[in-house]
């Protein structure tokens, strides 16, 4: 069954603090990885995918296959990074349908 | 990109009632798709809005339930039909630019509360 995991439902670190959130998914083929976020008051938009290679405010995610995982990173964190995270997968390119892990809010401490 | 807008952006309704949430994109897509997110939940998808013909729907989620309608590439609705306080949720639109495109934008949500 295709599945994404994110065990933390709160993550909370100080400001300057490296930050990693974790995701495991469960998927037989190649996916293709997505982290989401969503700030306060704001609606859900991308914030990177794993075919980019990219770092986007600071974040970055590589995918592991050996261990099925998508963790997000940042090392130093910034107080306008709280915000919900949710990893995201797609089964395969020719596919819309997207899988949304249960999220994990992160909180930065001042 | 894409904007997405949500009519209503919440409503409580009585138990029994239905209720239709309307998603507006201010460009063409061909991909739309329709989220439920339950109080501590995570986006589940309900169906994908099909333009011109019925919806597809994913396991655990009937027309009955939740008529869909998309009457062209950018506007579709969504229904949650004979409601009870399990449908209490937020409604969530998306379109894509094509499929297999790499990136869903969201709408901002509709809020039901049902009593």
């Known amino acids: 069954a295709q599945r994404v995991t994110q065990p933390e439902k709160l993550l909370s670190v100080f400001k300057g603090a490296p930050v990693e959130l974790k995701c495991n998914y469960s998927?037989?083929?190649?996916?293709?990885l997505f982290w989401y976020v969503q700030y306060s008051r704001q609606r859900l938009q991308l914030l990177l995918r794993?075919?980019s290679r990219e770092s986007i405010k600071g974040f970055t995610a590589d995918l592991n296959k050996g261990e099925t995982s998508f963790h997000l990173k940042k090392p130093f964190a910034q107080e306008e990074d709280s915000a919900m995270y949710y990893c995201?997968?797609?089964?395969?390119?020719?596919?819309?349908?997207?899988?949304f892990g249960s999220g994990t809010r992160l909180s930065i401490r001042p | 990109s894409a904007v997405i807008s949500q009519k209503p952006s919440r409503d409580i309704c009585q138990r029994g009632t239905s209720l239709t949430i309307q998603c507006q994109v201010d460009?063409?897509?061909?991909?739309m798709f329709w989220y439920r997110q339950q109080p501590g939940q995570s986006l589940t998808l309900i169906a994908t809005?099909?333009?011109?013909?019925?919806?597809?729907?994913e396991s655990g989620f009937v027309i009955d339930k939740f008529p869909i309608s998309r009457p062209n590439l950018t506007f579709s609705t969504l229904t949650v039909s004979n409601m009870s306080p399990e449908d209490s949720s937020i409604y969530l639109c998306?379109?894509?630019?094509?499929?297999?495109?790499?990136?869903?934008?969201f709408g901002p949500g509709t809020r039901l509360t049902v009593l």
């Open positions: 998927y037989s083929g190649s996916p293709e």
């Open positions: 809005a099909n333009q011109g013909s019925e919806a597809t729907y």
């Open positions: 998306s379109g894509a630019p094509g499929q297999g495109a790499n990136e869903q934008f």
């Open positions: 995201a997968l797609r089964p395969y390119s020719s596919a819309s349908k997207i899988i």
């Open positions: 460009s063409q897509v061909t991909m």
């Open positions: 794993h075919i």
